[in-house]
């Protein structure tokens, strides 16, 4: 059962780190098209909402959700430290922002590698607590 859960969340982790990837790679005004997509939806429900607040919003909410499953990959592999997935996390964000640097239109910024960092680190603290609550 162990390695079932072990592949389960590698894989989920390597398919979403594919798709965080793969948006670096769109160009800029296809990720911007993207966003304002998104943005006209989500103003349904906040109209505060602006393009600046959603696109740094949605680094949040990417590396908390890659944080999340690679601690849960590291969980159950074995000397389980929060360290590993923060570091890999972190590799990801500056890989991201890196790959942005070659694509018309796009900029790399270190602002964004803190907020994928943050969101990373909660994710990690949400599945470490779980899997602390699980093992009681």
């Known amino acids: 059962m162990r390695h079932y859960k072990f592949r389960t969340f590698l894989i989920l982790t390597l398919l ?3 798709i965080v990837l793969l948006q670096a790679f769109l160009p800029g005004d296809a990720s911007y098209a993207e966003s304002n997509g998104v943005l006209a939806l989500a103003q349904v429900v906040f109209p505060w909402l602006t393009h600046n607040a959603l696109r740094h919003a949605a680094h949040v909410i990417e590396y908390f959700l890659l944080g999340f499953l690679l601690t849960g990959t ?3 592999a074995r000397r389980f430290t929060i360290f590993k997935p923060m570091f890999f996390s972190l590799l ?3 890989c991201d922002e890196s790959i942005k640097i070659f694509v018309i239109d796009r ?3 270190l602002s964004d590698v803190w907020l994928d960092g943050a969101g990373a ?3 990690i603290l949400l599945m470490w607590l779980i899997s602390a609550i699980k093992k009681r």
């Open 107 to 109: 900029t790399a910024q």
């Open 121 to 123: 680190l909660a994710g």
């Open 16 to 18: 979403w780190l594919a």
């Open 74 to 76: 590291f969980c159950y």
């Open 92 to 94: 990801a964000a500056v």
